[in-house]
């Protein structure tokens, strides 16, 4: 496999497909590109995650359904 995205042949194309990447991105309202820092940066989603977190969200887990 060839990786083209430094090959100069290719730039145009590398900056067409990154203009309609972000533009579906903010459209989409994708946290990564809408969010500063993205919320898929922290906790729960990464890193560690602290036991007051964990029991709240078993809190939530538990009660599921139960309405």
């Known amino acids: 496999m060839t990786n083209l995205a430094q090959d100069p042949g290719y730039e145009v194309t590398r900056r067409e497909l990154h203009r309609k990447l972000m533009q579906v991105l903010r459209e989409q309202n994708d ?3 809408v969010e500063s820092p993205p919320r898929f940066e922290l906790p729960p989603f990464a890193g ?3 036991e007051e977190w964990k029991i709240e969200n078993a809190k939530g887990v538990r009660t599921l359904g139960t309405n």
């Open 48 to 50: 560690p995650v602290s």
């Open 31 to 33: 946290p990564r590109v």
